[in-house]
């Protein structure tokens, strides 16, 4: 029930209609914590109707504490995990009648016949993403992951007689890339993976913000495919960080999102009350903008970088604090 105006509006339909707000808003029963604790619980944590709106430059709720950068929850506070929780990125990508959105790729396309991973290694009628461009190299990028631990994975090829290297790389930055796995086919059935689904593990355990790439390593013969994703987080999540004491240990992340347009976040922490310059510099050294200037307690900080009035490209952020310096790159594209 709401008031506005000399009028009461039963429901939240009837206040949407009137007031043109909270379109993004819905009216259910909901668990919480406990009555002063209005943090989601129960069957609510997991609720698709409860899934808010995500902004890339929004990264904490009320309480600070981190936002999933894909699936955020409604409300001012999220809920509080237990600990680490596996998560699927995509099941299957049934949900999708072309390619999926978040997804990146490079001569690849979404897949949909009799060939799909049936969930036990066999073949069923499906979705999955792959790639039968002869000749060339070929990629699949994941949307952006908060904290990768462990990366699950089922691959196929085209035949038999396929061969090929895959590379298994993940990156912060969408630039540099590190392999964390490689694979090979080999013709005639053997090596890594073959015609028959094969299930892969990768230990990945990287706290940030990451995305995966599966990518052949150079020209290939014939496709390769990939389905059923799955990633368990490294780090509990939405639980404030506790700082490692350590003397003179500062830490910065790689901003998020990146590439971004125009504003991105940078967050680094700090163990002691230091005095902070964060600066940021076109890549022949010139400083476009100081972000931070000044004294710092203890703790993580986020702050905002706003690239509006600056061309596409590539720029430096520099952050000195006590005796510590540390750069990194990210990526303006307009």
Do not use: C
């Not at 409860?50 to 506070?77: K, S, W, Y």
């Not at 993976?193 to 990451?210: A, D, E």
């Not at 902070?276 to 972000?291: A, C, K, M, S």
Request: charged letters at 20%.
């Amino acid at each position: 029930m709401a008031y506005r105006g000399g009028n009461n509006f039963q429901g939240l339909d009837s206040w949407q209609t009137a007031s043109a707000e909270d379109a993004s808003s819905v009216s259910k029963n909901v668990t919480f914590v406990a009555e002063d604790d209005l943090r989601l619980a129960g069957e609510s944590v997991e609720d698709a109707e409860l899934v808010g709106t995500a902004v890339a430059i929004i990264t904490e709720d009320i309480d600070g504490n981190l936002r999933n950068p894909n699936t955020p929850q409604m409300g001012a506070h999220e809920a509080i995990a237990a600990g680490p929780a596996e998560f699927i990125l995509v099941e299957g990508f049934e949900n999708f009648d072309e390619w999926p959105a978040g997804w990146e790729r490079t001569n690849a396309r979404l897949f949909s016949d009799e060939l799909a991973h049936d969930g036990e290694g066999g073949n069923t009628e499906g979705n999955y993403l792959g790639t039968d461009v002869l000749g060339n190299t070929t990629g699949v990028v994941s949307p952006v992951i908060k904290d990768p631990g462990t990366l699950t994975f089922w691959v196929s090829t085209y035949s038999n007689d396929s061969g090929m290297d895959l590379l298994v790389q993940v990156s912060a930055d969408g630039i540099l890339w590190n392999t964390v796995a490689s694979y090979s086919a080999v013709p005639g059935g053997g090596g890594d993976f073959s015609f028959q689904w094969t299930q892969k593990t990768v230990n990945i355990q990287l706290p940030g913000f990451y995305r995966v790439r599966w990518i052949t390593d150079g020209p290939v013969a014939e496709g390769f495919f990939i389905d059923d994703i799955s990633v368990t987080q490294g780090t509990v999540v939405n639980i404030e960080p506790v700082l490692t004491e350590l003397p003179g240990r500062v830490e910065m992340d790689q901003n998020y999102p990146n590439p971004f347009n125009p504003e991105t976040v940078i967050r680094f922490r700090l163990n002691e009350t230091v005095p902070v310059r964060l600066e940021v510099f076109t890549i022949t050294g010139q400083r476009v903008q100081t972000l931070v200037s000044g004294l710092r307690k203890a703790g993580v900080h986020s702050v905002r970088f706003d690239g509006a009035s600056l061309a596409s490209g590539v720029y430096i952020y520099r952050l000195m604090a006590g005796g510590d310096v540390l750069t990194r790159k990210l990526t303006l594209i307009k």
